[in-house]
């Protein structure tokens, strides 16, 4: 899929170096004390909560049909159809790849907002058929289109994210995407509560989540376009009025001059065939190693199947979702306050190396002949700690590096191409665990995930590239010099 701009209204600016006249010489070159403080973060602020909400509701449509799943097989006539049930919560997963596969072609060809908006449309409508059906059918294709909304929205919510933060708070402001996710799946845990004493109340939960999506639908019409995509597009005036936006007036002189420094577009779109080959196959690769690594440490299949490990070993499923929200909300905040101060490359690595640590725990506690009681507080605790040294690093790190390493001119569609990834091994792990867990018991089973972690922490060390601080522009120019 190719998007054409209409060059009758937006004309490529001919030279880069006409956006900044004399000062391309001294990028850096400030002004005035304004200007060398650095941009304030509060500007950029409400751009980026508008952003995340996109995240809310994939956490909220992950977490949706776990408490009223029962209920709704009951309405709708298929109690007792494991296949069904399982239908429902997992069609996202396809719809989701969808999204995510084409988010990259869109977000570069109407602009991220209005990318953001059109991945807030199939929620609403899937939303509501969902609240409305009377059949399996119906439920099926709600919660399709629901699932190409959330394959759409965080890729270009990583992008956008990344390409209108200040580099001071970049790492913080990412870590929003986590938080805003965790907060997504409590509520609908919260709004959940009530299915059991309230006939049909599994309707309102798919109600409630239109409101946030037409919120940001709405929202961004209020909010910044990417001066990074307006650059890319030729509209320069365009992209400092949006710098102006974000950063301030004080700092536009000093931002189009570090963006002129991006590797120049030769107004040719980057074809998804171009990322397997040439100078940019090495940081694709890097980034769907990445991807892949965090889904095959095991960790939505901890999220996916918590209820029945906990069950198993005796503790309640309520009580066990809600001490897995706090766990992931903690750490996700815990990132937020470190991701500028120590750095992502720090944090992922010891990330890993927790949940590798944590998933060990996880295996000597299936070893219930010999422990006894000991068993139950091992598979508890180091769950708990998995979930915990996941949210650390492993969980936000990923969706803010890729777009800060992925040069301008292919960012959207790497983002895009490297998420796809995360969404097949996930769709492949998920439907896989409990077959492997039957057959080589939870022991090997995690022993092998304690040893995929170990291997992405290696991974991390050698070919992650430490961004913290820095301009997207400075990262670029790193990279391209590497090569």
């Not at 060398?36 to 994939?58: D, E, I, K, N």
């Not at 449509?61 to 159809?81: K, R, T």
């Not at 400075?474 to 590497?482: F, G, R």
Request: charged content about 15%; aromatic content about 10%.
């Amino acid at each position: 899929m190719r998007w054409k701009l209409n060059s009758s209204v937006y004309k490529r600016v001919p030279s880069r170096e006409a956006a900044m006249e004399p000062d391309v010489e001294t990028p850096m070159r400030m002004t005035d004390a304004g200007a060398a403080a650095g941009p304030s973060w509060r500007m950029s602020l409400p751009h980026v909560c508008v952003a995340t909400l996109t995240s809310f509701l994939f956490g909220y449509h992950s977490g949706v049909v776990n408490e009223p799943l029962e209920s709704i097989s009951a309405d709708l006539g298929f109690s007792g159809n494991t296949l069904a049930e399982g239908l429902v919560v997992s069609i996202c997963l396809g719809g989701a790849f969808i999204g995510c596969l084409f988010s990259g072609s869109i977000a570069d060809g109407i602009g991220r907002r209005r990318a953001f908006q059109l991945s807030a449309l199939p929620m609403i409508i899937g939303a509501a058929i969902s609240a409305l059906t009377n059949s399996l059918e119906g439920m099926l294709l709600g919660r399709f289109l629901v699932g190409t909304g959330m394959g759409l929205g965080p890729p270009v919510a990583s992008l956008y994210i990344t390409e209108v933060s200040p580099p001071s708070v970049r790492g913080t402001y990412g870590s929003f995407v986590q938080i805003a996710t965790c907060l997504g799946i409590i509520v609908s845990l919260l709004i959940g509560t009530p299915v059991k004493d309230i006939d049909r109340w599994w309707r309102v939960c798919f109600w409630v989540a239109a409101i946030p999506a037409t919120l940001q639908a709405l929202a961004m019409e209020f909010c910044a376009e990417s001066p990074q995509w307006l650059y890319k597009c030729g509209r320069t005036i365009e992209a400092e009025m949006q710098f102006e936006k974000l950063l301030g007036p004080v700092h536009v002189k000093s931002a189009m001059a570090e963006l002129s420094r991006s590797e120049r577009d030769d107004g040719e779109s980057v074809k998804y065939s171009e990322l397997f080959y040439g100078r940019h196959f090495n940081v694709v690769f890097i980034g769907g190693v990445l991807f892949a690594l965090q889904q095959l440490s095991g960790i939505n299949s901890i999220f996916y199947f918590s209820s029945t490990v906990f069950r198993g070993v005796g503790v309640p499923a309520n009580l066990a979702n809600i001490c897995m929200g706090i766990s992931n909300l903690s750490g996700s905040i815990i990132a937020m306050v470190l991701m500028d101060k120590l750095g992502r490359k720090m944090l992922l690595s010891g990330s890993f190396l927790g949940m590798a640590f944590s998933m060990g725990i996880q295996a000597v506690g299936a070893n219930r002949q010999y422990l006894g009681s000991t068993s139950v507080y091992l598979s508890v605790g180091g769950m708990l700690l998995f979930v915990l040294s996941f949210s650390l690093g492993a969980g936000p790190v990923p969706g803010l590096l890729l777009p800060e390493i992925f040069p301008n001119k292919i960012r959207a569609k790497a983002v895009a191409l490297c998420m796809s990834v995360h969404w097949i091994v996930n769709f492949f792990v998920s439907l896989l665990f409990l077959r492997l867990l039957e057959q080589l018991g939870p022991q090997v089973l995690y022993t092998i995930f304690s040893s995929v972690c170990v291997v992405a922490a290696i991974f991390v060390r050698r070919h992650i590239l430490e961004t913290k601080g820095k301009t997207l522009q400075e990262i670029e120019v790193s990279l391209l010099q590497a090569q």
